[in-house]
């Protein structure tokens, strides 16, 4: 394998009601997904070289709903959702979501926690069994403004806060990095979301009532 | 652990099609410029960062739309659709995706805008002009993916690759040194994600050859980068 240009860490932090760390785990990250591999090959074409309209590329949002790019087509498919061509794939703001993950267990971008791991984290579409706003409440995902320089490299740093808001303790076994991205204007309006990466949780961790976690994934681009 | 690595390979071929030389390293890192437009992507039109970017010749742009002149929110961050590529370095020449090179190393790539010393690879003749000494040989419009991309993942033993392949046939009459390459992608601005104009061009990956290579009239230099996703 070729020198790496690109290694991932991920830090949880699980701090007690008092704002107190009680417990700390820092891996690294394993590898993008398959979906995330596809968006950004899909993302090299314009929907004029896209060959169509039987779909070139499918990728599955964090729903596990194929999203086909189909390229430029007068008479797009009446079911099903389609991208003429794929453009914005890091987008990490909350707003302009599509309408369909507006009523799902997780609704923006961000750092998702899961209940179980996934069998295969490369091919999961998300963390696996997601766990509701309503279970762990989520602070606002922060995310990059600009690349810190350090000596080994570039840093892009990604984190969200979740806190237990139920009576009862939660487990994580599995995260995901969740970004949304969008075809052109003749596309569905709005951006989809999928998980460029996820990792299963190695132990799982235990979120206490009141207690909160902090995922941060940090990207090195190496120099 | 990498979740990312990028490898070139550059084969000189003469005339006749015999293999003169090879070269293939690891390449790396990406561009400053490019780590930018990775950041200012992550924004939607009201709120996107002011972070500058320069293109291959080296003129300033302004991410977000604040500053000008500015590339706004860039839409298709690594495109090489030859199809809706523009006019580079101006209205006399039409710019090639996506392997340029220069005639000399570059002091620092990771800060280069573009191949360094003189471009010799990168365009094709618009209209009434003197050709790069370097012509593209291998991209074919009709074919899958212009020829020279990869239309869908392969997976290999322990990774996924996606590669681009330029195959560059030196048309002058003089020989070409060739000592840097670098892995251009057209943008396009959010507001314009209808338009088939793509522009500018920066440089996401720069490498120096290790030694340059000499191309003479009539042969071949083939350049490609492998970018791989550890499974």
């Known amino acids: 394998m070729p020198k790496s240009m690109v290694s991932v860490t991920l830090r949880i932090e699980v701090r007690d009601d008092k704002g107190r760390v009680v417990k700390v785990i820092e891996t690294p990250s394993r590898s993008f997904t398959k979906n995330f591999a ?42 099903g959702v389609y991208f003429f ?22 609704y923006m971008p961000g750092i998702w926690p899961g209940a179980s791991p996934c069998p295969s ?9 997601p766990i509701s706003t309503s279970v762990l409440s989520p602070s606002l995902f922060s995310f990059p403004s600009s690349p810190v320089y350090t000596t080994s490299g570039w840093q892009l740093t990604y984190s969200q ?18 970004f949304g991205a969008t075809g052109d204007a003749g596309s569905p309006i709005g951006y989809v979301l999928y998980a460029a990466i996820v990792d299963n949780v190695s132990p799982p961790i235990l979120v206490l009532p009141n207690y909160s976690v902090t995922f941060t994934y940090t990207m090195l681009y190496a120099i | 652990m990498s979740v ?21 390293d690891d390449s790396k890192s990406f561009t400053q410029n490019f780590m930018n437009l990775l950041v ?67 002091a620092n790539p990771a800060l280069a805008n573009g191949p360094c010393g003189s471009l010799v690879a990168c365009c094709v003749v618009f209209v009434n002009a003197s050709p790069y ?19 869908s993942p392969s997976l290999a033993n322990d990774s996924w690759t996606l590669t681009v392949v330029d195959n560059w046939l030196n048309i002058s009459s003089s020989p070409v040194t060739v000592a840097s390459m670098a892995l251009v992608f057209g943008l396009y601005d959010i507001k314009n994600m209808n338009s088939c104009s793509m522009s500018p061009f920066y440089a996401a990956i720069v490498d120096n050859l290790p030694t340059p290579v000499t191309v003479s009239p009539g042969w071949y230099i083939t350049t490609s980068y492998t970018i791989y996703f550890p499974v």
């Open chain 1, 38 to 79: 596809t968006i950004l090959l899909a993302s090299q074409w314009t929907e004029f070289s896209i060959p169509g309209p039987a779909p070139t590329y499918t990728f599955y949002d964090v729903m596990g709903n194929p999203i086909y790019v189909i390229g430029w087509t007068p008479n797009p498919p009446s079911n």
């Open chain 1, 121 to 129: 984290p490369i091919y999961a579409n998300g963390p696996c069994s």
């Open chain 1, 85 to 106: 061509d794929v453009g914005a794939i890091f987008y990490s703001e909350p707003q302009y979501i599509a309408s369909p993950y507006q009523s799902y267990t997780i």
């Open chain 2, 40 to 106: 200012a992507s992550h924004y939607n039109q009201n709120n996107a960062p002011t972070l500058v970017v320069y293109d291959v010749l080296g003129n300033a742009y302004y991410t977000g739309y604040t500053a000008s002149p500015n590339v706004g929110v860039p839409f298709q961050l690594f495109n090489i659709d030859f199809g809706c590529w523009s006019y580079f370095p101006h209205a006399y020449y039409w710019a090639v995706p996506a392997i340029w090179l220069g005639t000399s190393p570059c």
């Open chain 1, 161 to 178: 806060m979740w806190t237990n808001v139920t009576s009862t303790p939660v487990t994580v076994s599995s995260v995901a990095l969740v």
């Open chain 2, 133 to 151: 000494p370097l012509s593209p040989s291998n991209l074919n419009q009709n074919a899958p993916c212009d020829g020279i991309g990869q239309c």
């Open chain 2, 4 to 24: 990312l690595a990028a490898r070139y390979r550059v084969e000189v071929r003469d005339d006749k099609g015999r293999l003169i030389t090879v070269l293939e």
